[in-house]
Nanobody, 125 residues
């Protein structure tokens, strides 16, 4: 079992920055992938960024490439999402997720079988 807890969300003005954290407990070291998604009201949950947890390769959605950076600590128990140049359209609930199966596209929501509770990010114009 893996438990994920996000933190770091809040209210920020457009152009500002936030750093989200995802603290994992349990068998995080055995995960195949960990990633960040977001969901705005009335929209589908959207892939943002992910790690191949085994070799450290990172992947980004085009919508956030160059603005968001995913990272992790050396113990591989905490993952971060640094978000810069935030826009009002980045307003959403942000979720971290973990995959213990290794099956499917790393960018696909269906791949991930563990999810955090989410943290709200609101960007004001």
């Amino acid at each position: 079992q893996v438990q994920l807890v996000e933190s770091g969300g809040g209210l920020v003005q457009a152009g500002g920055s936030l750093r989200l954290s995802c603290a994992g407990s349990g068998r995080t070291f055995s995960m195949y992938a960990m990633g960040w998604f977001r969901q705005a009201p009335g929209k589908e949950r959207e892939f943002l960024a992910a790690f191949n947890w085994r070799d450290g390769t990172t992947y980004y959605a085009d919508s956030v490439k160059g603005r968001f950076t995913i990272s992790r600590d050396n113990a591989k128990t905490t993952m971060y999402l640094q978000m810069n140049s935030l826009k009002p359209e980045d307003t959403a609930v942000y979720y971290c997720a973990a995959d213990s199966t290794g099956w499917g596209l790393l960018t696909a929501r269906a791949r991930y079988n563990y999810w955090g509770q989410g943290t709200q990010v609101t960007v004001s114009s």
